[in-house]
């Protein structure tokens, strides 16, 4: 069978073309009988709208863009899905692109072929420059998300980092802890994300009165579960003491929280941990995990909003949105816990 035309789903209904399209766009102005049975039209046919040609008849394809480092990690593989519920809530389908920690691949998801399909694009940099991202801009509207720092001319909507890190290593230490390690950065090339985190560590145990101390930095050689469970334990094995951990994500808290049960160290009683992203994960490890928690059903909508507002007809400065986020407390660091003994 041939592909099925606009006019096919208005035959079968019986209306006009227009109140078929009507319908695709959502409008408001179309009885609810009228749309349930150009709807089921629609299903019966198994009718998909043309993008080129909605594009061509309206401006518009319907179609967003989010393009990020990887889908395999628990952070993004749930934030696709808050990104998909927002987006088909104000009528949008999306699109994924993931760029792998590649600069090749993030210049592609903003200048490929892909690019002239969409409306607008949601973009997390890993790896490009705020200068290379401006001299990179197209004409679809951009709105970036995470830590990197972003051109004067693009919106840019995240989570103070560096207060959260502050707060999450001053929880430690309000419980007592004095050894306050932080697990699961990059040796080598350090990511914004990491460097913001640290930073935030090294003011919480500043304001705590407690001095900074690298030999308790322990880095993984890749973000893994498994990278940070190698790394602490090799880091224990050769005589690291802590007595609490503040990791850069749930996946090195997870990791750590291997290496420790491994050893036979208690968790929170000698180590206390504290994860970050929050993560359905987080609640269901072997103690709960503390863990920073992104409010990122807000981040979303505002980077929604700004998206609307671009593709609208805005052509301000960029604007900057810090959205919030929470400390949530579970068993691996629960108010109250001080250590009993160093791990050793």
């Not at 609490?244 to 000698?270: F, K, M, N, Q, S």
């Not at 109250?336 to 050793?344: D, E, L, M, Y």
Request: charge should be negative; aromatic fraction near 4%; glycine fraction near 10%.
């Amino acid at each position: 069978m041939g592909r099925v035309r606009l006019e096919d789903v208005a035959r079968l209904a019986g209306v006009s073309m227009k109140t078929v399209s009507n319908v695709v766009h959502r409008h408001p102005h179309v009885s609810e009988p009228t749309r349930e049975r150009v709807q089921r039209a629609i299903d019966d046919l198994g009718y998909r709208p043309n993008a080129i040609g909605r594009r061509l008849a309206t401006g518009r394809t319907g179609l967003l863009s989010f393009a990020f480092c990887d889908v395999g990690l628990p952070y993004f593989a749930e934030l696709v899905g808050v990104v998909y519920r927002e987006a088909a809530a104000r009528g949008y389908r999306l699109l994924l692109e993931q760029t792998g920690y590649s600069a090749d691949d993030e210049r592609a998801a903003l200048t490929g072929g892909e690019s002239a399909l969409v409306d607008g694009m949601l973009f997390q940099p890993s790896v490009m420059s705020a200068v290379e991202i401006a001299q990179l801009r197209t004409d679809v509207p951009i709105v970036l998300l995470g830590e990197r720092p972003a051109p004067l001319t693009l919106d840019h909507v995240m989570i103070d980092n560096v207060a959260a890190a502050t707060e999450v290593t001053m929880h430690l230490a309000a419980l007592g802890r004095r050894r306050i390690g932080f697990l699961g950065h990059e040796p080598q090339r350090q990511t914004e994300t990491s460097r913001q985190r640290l930073l935030g560590y090294q003011y919480g145990l500043e304001r705590a009165g407690l001095r900074l101390d690298m030999s308790l930095l322990v880095a993984r050689d890749e973000v893994t579960a498994a990278g940070a469970a190698a790394a602490l334990g090799a880091a224990l094995d050769a005589g690291l003491v802590v007595d609490a951990l503040v990791c850069r994500d749930d996946l090195a808290a997870a990791g750590g929280l291997r290496a420790l049960h491994e050893r036979g160290i208690a968790v929170p009683e000698t180590v206390a941990i504290t994860g970050w992203d929050d993560v359905q994960m987080a609640s269901y490890t072997h103690p709960t995990l503390t863990s920073v928690a992104p409010d990122t059903g807000e981040l979303v909508r505002v980077a929604l909003d700004l998206l609307e507002e671009r593709m609208g007809g805005y052509d301000g400065l960029g604007r900057h949105r810090i959205t919030p986020y929470e400390l949530r407390i579970r068993d691996s660091a629960p108010a109250g816990v001080r250590a009993v003994a160093a791990a050793s």
